[in-house]
C-alpha cells in the first residue's frame, strides 16, 4: 500500500460546480497535513495546512479525519483558474520527510 | 515563506556528462531536499541534504549518481553524473523553514538528456 494515495482523475467539472478529492494515509502517526496545487509545468505551491479542526480559505475547506486516516478539500464554485493538479502531501511523526500523493487532476469546464 | 532560486532553469545534456544544479534560499531553513518529478507523475524523494556533511538518500538513488552538497543553511547543489535519458525529467529543491511547516520549491530543473 501506498504511503499516501489519491485518486489521480482527472475531475471534468462546470464552472461553478463544487468538487471534492480524498486522500489517504497509511502512517498513523503521521503529524502535518497540506494540500499543494501544481500547475502544468510548474512547481507546486502551498495550497493550505489542514488542521485537526478543519480549515477554511475563502472556496476552499480542508477536513482530517484521523481515525479513518484521510484529509478532503472541498473546492465550492470552481473556476476555470482552478483547473490544475491538487497534491496531498503528509509528513510523519519522528520523520522530517514529507511524502507526496500522485496527485489529483481538476479540469474545470466552461 | 521562503524564497528560492533555483538554476538551470532547464538544460539539454548529453549523455554521459553531468549537470549541477543549485539551489539558493534567501533565508536559513531547517531542511533541504531534493526531488524528481518525471512527466505525468508526482514527486519522488532523491535526498535530504544535509548541513556539513553526506546526504540521506532514499531507496534507488545513490551518492555516485547524484552527489549533493549543502555547505550552509541557504544552498545546495544536486549533480546529476554520468546521465543517460532515463535522467531527463524535472529536478525540484524544496526547502522547510521550521519543522512541521510548510514545504517550499524552487522553480525546477528540466533536464533532457540525449
Known amino acids: 500500500r501506498k504511503e499516501v494515495e489519491q485518486d489521480p482523475g482527472p475531475f471534468n467539472v462546470p464552472e461553478g460546480a463544487t468538487v471534492a478529492f480524498n486522500c489517504t494515509y497509511s502512517n498513523s502517526a503521521s503529524q502535518s497535513f497540506f494540500w499543494y496545487r501544481q500547475d502544468c509545468r510548474k512547481e507546486p505551491k502551498l495550497l493550505m495546512s489542514?488542521?485537526?479542526s478543519g480549515n477554511e480559505d475563502g472556496r476552499f475547506t480542508a477536513q482530517l479525519n484521523r481515525a479513518s486516516q484521510y484529509i478532503s478539500l472541498l473546492i465550492r464554485d470552481s473556476k476555470l483558474s482552478d483547473s490544475a493538479t491538487y497534491l496531498c502531501v503528509v509528513k510523519g511523526s519522528g520523520t522530517y520527510k514529507y511524502i507526496f500523493g500522485t496527485g489529483t487532476r481538476l479540469k474545470v469546464l466552461a | 515563506s521562503a524564497v528560492i532560486s533555483q538554476k538551470p532553469s532547464r538544460d539539454i545534456c548529453q549523455r554521459g556528462t553531468s549537470l549541477t544544479i543549485q539551489c539558493q534560499v534567501d533565508s536559513q531553513v531547517t531542511m533541504m531536499f531534493w526531488y524528481r518529478q518525471q512527466p505525468g507523475q508526482s514527486l519522488t524523494l532523491i535526498a535530504t541534504a544535509n548541513q556539513g556533511s553526506e546526504a540521506t538518500y532514499e531507496s534507488g538513488f545513490v551518492i555516485d549518481k547524484f552527489p549533493i552538497s549543502r555547505p550552509n543553511l541557504t544552498f545546495s547543489t544536486l549533480t546529476v553524473s554520468n546521465m543517460s535519458p532515463e535522467d531527463s525529467s524535472i529536478y525540484l529543491c524544496?526547502?522547510?523553514?521550521?519543522?512541521?511547516?510548510?514545504?517550499?520549491f524552487g522553480q525546477g530543473t528540466r533536464l533532457t538528456v540525449v
Open positions: 524544496s526547502v522547510v523553514a521550521r519543522v512541521n511547516t510548510e514545504a517550499f
Open positions: 489542514v488542521y485537526s
